[in-house]
């Protein structure tokens, strides 16, 4: 498709053509109507204006076809635009297997990405190569933002709490505008940047030199930081303990929980599971496990929920423990929590001291008493 109206921005992805065809085509169809509806107002306005010498007897009062015509083919004709817009919209937030990743976190403002695998970190600007899909997963750290590539006809939702998906190939290289497309505050209209869709021979040299990453680091390898520097393994050691059950090939695991429940875990249920562990508990725990929400940002749950999908599959990328694992008594029982991964000495366990993040021992008891008094004073309390 050739046609663009003046002003309209070009069209630099394989989406943008599809839309712009479905966009035409509404225009097209607007413009038809206004013109039949606006047309007949105006003719028999002049035709019938008073003065006028015309038959006006016998004025029609229903006419059973006309009104069978006005209303089916408008009807049909929606009907037909609706099915064509949800197709479009499917393929859009259907990413294709194949192709890059890249992470995108709105924040008051400004626009984070992170790119899947090679980790390249980027503000404000996105380095992308023609003619390979890109899916976006999104997630705002604060308000409702929204993403928008007018070059790409590339728009979508970007919310706090939840990832969102969708996808680009772009067609030309250039350097195309980026902005927020969601009123989110002061500084909206400040939110943007730009898209730089390379070669993929400029791109492959611009991914070997790191980007503009003053520390590139895969995703994987930040996440393993950021899972030390929360002391995670305090908990999660390489088998299930008393403290916490291992996170070895807890991505894509069946997981039962004690309100009943049962989930496969994805990468939604990792971050949920960090953010607020009390929603779901594994049976066989308690509600001991601190919640991150606040501590860890968007930015940080990004790799970290990644190094969780890895471990267990690479040998050298599992958790390891960094607590001796706790003695276990016998004839105890704990009359609260029925599972089989419980081991008797769970009460023990529970008075045992361990180092939290911030240097203080805390019985398991005592962290729980005083995550309740205050979670978000926990919070800061842990992380300063
Ligand atoms: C104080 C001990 C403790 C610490 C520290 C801790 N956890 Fe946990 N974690 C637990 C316990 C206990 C459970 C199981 C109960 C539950 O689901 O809340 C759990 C459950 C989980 C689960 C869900 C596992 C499943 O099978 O559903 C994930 C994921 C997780 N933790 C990740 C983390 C990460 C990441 C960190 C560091 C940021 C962390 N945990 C720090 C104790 C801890
Ligand atoms: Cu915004």
């Given amino acids: 498709m050739n046609f663009n109206l003046p002003l309209a921005p070009t069209r630099a992805s394989t989406f943008a053509d599809k839309y712009d065809l479905l966009f035409y085509t ?13 047309g007949g107002v105006l003719f028999f306005a002049i035709r019938y204006r008073r003065g006028t010498k015309v038959n006006r007897s016998h004025p029609p009062h229903e006419h059973l076809g006309l009104e069978i015509t006005w209303s089916l083919i408008p009807l049909l004709l929606g009907l037909a635009i609706f099915a064509w817009g949800a197709k479009q919209f499917i393929y859009f937030v259907t990413p294709p297997k194949k192709g890059l990743e890249v992470y995108c976190v709105g924040k008051q403002w400004m626009w984070h990405f992170q790119h ?6 980027e503000n404000n600007e996105l380095h992308v190569p023609v003619g390979i ?39 030309k290289p250039g350097v195309y505008h980026l902005f927020c497309n969601m009123y989110c505050g002061t500084q909206h209209a400040e939110m943007g940047g730009y898209v730089y ?29 950021i899972f030390n520097r929360f002391s995670c393994a305090n908990c999660h050691a390489d088998q299930d303990n008393e403290r916490a059950p291992t996170l070895n090939g807890v991505f894509g695991k069946k997981e039962t929980y004690t309100d009943g429940s049962s989930y496969k875990i994805d990468a939604e249920r990792l971050r949920e599971a960090i953010l607020n562990p009390y929603k779901h508990i594994v049976l066989g725990y308690g509600d001991t496990m601190p919640a991150y929400q606040g501590a860890i940002s968007e930015e940080d749950l990004i790799p970290l929920v990644t190094y969780l999908e890895t471990l267990g599959k690479n040998p050298t990328a599992g958790a390891t423990s960094s607590v001796n694992h ?3 008594g016998t004839g105890v029982s704990d009359t609260t929590i029925s599972s089989p991964r419980l081991s008797t000495g769970v009460l023990q366990a ?3 001291k361990f180092p939290t993040p911030n240097g203080h021992n805390l019985s398991v008891n005592a962290l729980a008493a005083e995550r309740r008094k205050s979670s978000s004073q926990y919070q800061n309390q842990i992380h300063p």
């Avoid at 509404?26 to 606006?38: Q, R």
């Avoid at 899947?116 to 970190?121: E, H, W, Y």
């Avoid at 705002?140 to 929204?146: K, Y």
């Fill in 326 to 328: 706790v003695k276990t």
């Fill in 116 to 121: 899947a695998g090679s980790g390249i970190r």
């Fill in 26 to 38: 509404i225009l097209f169809l607007s413009v038809v109507f206004t013109v039949i509806v606006f």
């Fill in 350 to 352: 529970r008075q045992q």
């Fill in 197 to 225: 869709a390379m070669t993929p021979e400029a791109y492959a040299q611009w991914k070997e030199n790191g980007g503009n990453d003053p520390q590139p680091m895969t995703l994987t390898e930040r996440g393993h930081l």
């Fill in 133 to 171: 899909p890109v899916t976006v997963t999104m997630i705002s750290q604060d308000v409702i933002h929204a993403l928008y590539i007018p070059e790409f006809r590339f728009q979508y939702q970007v919310v706090p709490g939840r990832y969102t998906q969708a996808w680009f190939q772009a067609t």
